[in-house]
């Protein structure tokens, strides 16, 4: 069974930083790509991040750009998030994703026309940045 549980999270100052965790099991990250979501009250499910195992390609959505950093090992099978300078409107509830994926697979071309097959939803980490 794929499961996937993300740890992370927390409170902290703007301008802070934050690292996400993502552990898979039941699957290895060979062919999958693994995709960061947040969820802020009131607003839809937004796409953060995705890497993909067919090339390391990664994607970042525009309001994340140069602050957020996804990485994977594959040895421990994790995904990780890191966060830096982080924003108010970085609040939400973070979850990671998973989509199997028949390589090649590049997230920053591939990621927008797939982010709504992204399934096996982690239960969710809190991050609430103060101002």
Sequence with gaps: EVQ????GGGLVQAGG???LSCAASGFTFDDYAIGWFRQAPGKEREGVSCISSSDGSTYYADSVKGRFTISSDNAKNTVYLQMNSLKP????VYYCAALRITP????YSDYAASAADFGSWG???QVTVSS
């Design 104 to 107: 090649p697979y590049f997230c």
């Design 123 to 125: 239960q969710g980490t």
């Design 17 to 19: 930083s934050l690292r």
């Design 89 to 92: 409107e970085d609040t939400a």
């Design 4 to 7: 996937l549980v993300e740890s």
